[in-house]
């Protein structure tokens, strides 16, 4: 019988090989076959959770900030993204899809959904449940962790400036 961390990892690389073969189906639509994995994945960030500090999107793909400026640049020239100062702090850049970023979107979840709706074609309606039922419960998982992460993180003080 399999421990839980060989579950776990088992469960981490059929992952990895899921996303993989999904990403696969965008490689072969053209207007997305020039998009990198991990331009993909901000595209997928900035859509999901709106406007960001470049930080945060370095941190949200796992990237430096020098690459994640890098990636930001491309993606502008790209018409994809915009970058635009904070209104609260003139030192932080924002970033934000552009209505090109998102019209990408909207393909590539389309894309997404195409080759999902294929594959629980072939599921009995019962093992679709499952398979829904499986990632409802990760997904909670998810979000209970995050949950209790933000709970337990030092809450920051703001700096009292006198003028």
Do not use: W
């Not at 993989?20 to 990198?36: H, Y």
């Not at 409802?136 to 993180?153: C, F, H, V």
């Amino acid at each position: 019988m399999k421990s839980y961390v060989d579950r776990a990892q088992s469960l981490y690389q059929l992952y990895m090989k899921v996303m993989g073969e999904i990403f696969v189906g965008l490689k072969t639509n053209d207007s997305m076959s020039t998009l990198t994995g991990i331009q993909m994945q901000a595209l997928c960030v900035l859509e999901r959770q709106g406007p960001l500090r470049m930080k945060d999107i370095a941190d949200s793909v796992s990237v430096s900030m020098p690459s994640a400026t890098g990636i930001i640049d491309r993606m502008v020239r790209a018409n994809l993204v915009h970058r635009f100062e904070d209104p609260t702090d003139r030192r932080v850049t924002m970033v934000e899809l552009s209505a090109g970023g998102a019209e990408a979107m909207k393909k590539i979840n389309r894309t997404h959904e195409k080759r999902l709706r294929e594959l629980l074609s072939r599921l009995a309606p019962n093992r679709q449940m499952e398979l829904i039922a499986a990632f409802e419960k990760i997904y909670e998982l998810l979000l209970e962790t995050q949950r209790a992460a933000e709970e337990s993180a030092p809450k920051r003080k703001k700096a009292h400036v006198e003028v």
